[in-house]
Structure formats: structure tokens, C-alpha cells
């Protein structure tokens, strides 16, 4: 079946640092979302990126989606303590139905 | 509205005991899933439903059943209950969005333990 690595699993930066997770596949992929989990909490949704070479921004959250269809990053500009939490990409398939979760970055902001 | 709901929030169950997690959304939401989430692991896929009648195995299938007679609720059983299956247990559900998946919306979690 379908697998998502992602990368790193854990990641530790002093309050103001930037952050990156990445997310890559070896089959290509229809779309791709991000959720973020907080501490004890459950998955919310972040973003959807669906178009090759796709990026999207939240302030100062950047979502970039690879040209093959096949990698995403998220990437947070000066991180702060509300920041913390688990981030998840999921990835679609060829068929509607399945979304496969990454393992997940863990990130602790030091403040 | 409040979304997805699931019940219980905590479970401790014996060994070989059955029981059934419940999920229910009203949202009109088609698709409904569940997920298990164990540390290193990330979410996993059980079990999925594009709609009422409709269910299939997501990547670790083995142990619990689905069924899916309503649109809005979509109950997990786990048939023998075993330590392997200690774990926090997800159900979420979304709207189809074309050929994709639209975005998740998670219940609040059932926290699992089998002694």
C-alpha cells in the first residue's frame, strides 16, 4: 500500500528559530493535506495543496508541494510557544477513499 | 452543530473482552473513518467508509469490524480485545470534494487500554 515518511521525527528549536517537516512518497500523489495536533488534543486541519509545484502560505506558515507530485514541506518562520505540537501531512491517492498519515514531526519550542 | 462525537472517552478492557467504540457526525458528511494513533506511529487507518453501506480496510484492519447503516454514524467493534490494541482511537469524517478527500474533521479521541 500506499507509504508517507516524514521527516524528522522530532525537532527541538529555541522560540524564534524556523522550522521544517518534510513529507515525501514514492508514488504519486493526487493531493496532500497538513494537520496539527497540540498536546493531548486531535488532529486539525491545516491546509489542502493539490496542484504540482503548488505553495501555499499562512503567515507564517509555508506549504510547498513538489513539482512530481511526490514530497510537500511544511515550513514555520519564527517559531513561538504556540507553535508546539505534532504536524501530520496526509497524502491522497489515485482513488478517492484513503488518506495515508505520515508519522509525524514532533516540535518543542524552547522559549 | 457538534461535529464529530465519539464515545467513550477513556476504556479499560480485559483481554479477550469485546466492545464497540461509537462515532456519529451531523454534517452530512459521506466519508468516515477510523485511526489509531501509537507513539512513533502517526495515524493509521482501520477502517474507512465513502457511504451509508459502503466500508473497506484501511492498513491495520485486523481485529476490528465496521459497519456503516447511517450516513451519520459509523461504529468500530473490537471483536477479542488484545494488549496489542492499547491505543488512542480517532474517528473522522469529511464531505467528498470531487476526486479528493476534503478536509478531516477528528473527534476528540477514545483513549483504549487492554490488560
Known amino acids: 500500500g500506499q507509504q508517507v515518511m516524514q521527516i524528522p521525527q522530532y525537532q527541538h528549536v529555541q522560540e524564534g528559530e524556523d522550522f521544517t517537516t518534510y513529507c515525501n512518497s514514492s508514488?504519486?500523489?493526487?493531493?496532500i493535506q497538513w494537520y496539527k495536533q497540540r498536546p493531548g488534543g486531535h488532529p486539525v486541519f491545516l491546509i489542502q495543496l493539490v496542484k504540482s509545484g503548488e505553495v501555499k502560505k499562512q503567515k507564517r506558515l509555508t506549504f510547498q508541494f513538489g513539482e512530481a507530485k511526490k514530497n510537500s514541506s511544511l515550513h514555520i518562520t519564527a517559531t513561538q510557544t504556540t507553535d508546539v505540537g505534532t504536524y501530520f501531512c496526509a497524502a491522497g491517492g489515485t482513488s478517492y477513499g484513503k488518506l495515508t498519515f505520515g508519522q509525524g514531526t514532533i516540535l518543542t519550542v524552547h522559549p | 452543530n457538534a461535529g464529530v462525537t465519539q464515545t467513550p472517552k477513556f476504556q479499560v478492557l480485559k483481554t479477550g473482552q469485546s466492545m464497540t467504540l461509537q462515532c456519529a457526525q451531523d454534517?452530512?458528511?459521506?466519508?468516515m473513518s477510523w485511526y489509531r494513533q501509537d507513539p512513533g506511529m502517526g495515524l493509521r487507518l482501520i477502517h474507512y467508509?465513502?457511504?451509508?453501506?459502503?466500508?473497506d480496510q484501511g492498513e491495520v484492519p485486523n481485529g476490528y469490524n465496521v459497519s456503516r447503516s447511517t450516513t451519520e454514524d459509523f461504529p468500530l467493534r473490537l471483536l477479542s480485545a488484545a494488549p496489542s490494541q492499547t491505543s488512542v482511537y480517532f474517528c473522522?469524517?469529511?464531505?467528498?470534494?470531487?476526486?479528493?478527500?476534503?478536509?478531516?474533521?477528528f473527534g476528540n479521541g477514545t483513549r483504549l487500554t487492554v490488560t
Open positions: 454534517m452530512n458528511h459521506e466519508y
Open positions: 473522522a469524517s469529511s464531505f467528498r470534494q470531487g476526486a479528493y478527500n476534503s478536509p478531516l474533521h
Open positions: 508514488t504519486t500523489l493526487s493531493n
Open positions: 467508509s465513502v457511504g451509508a453501506g459502503i466500508t
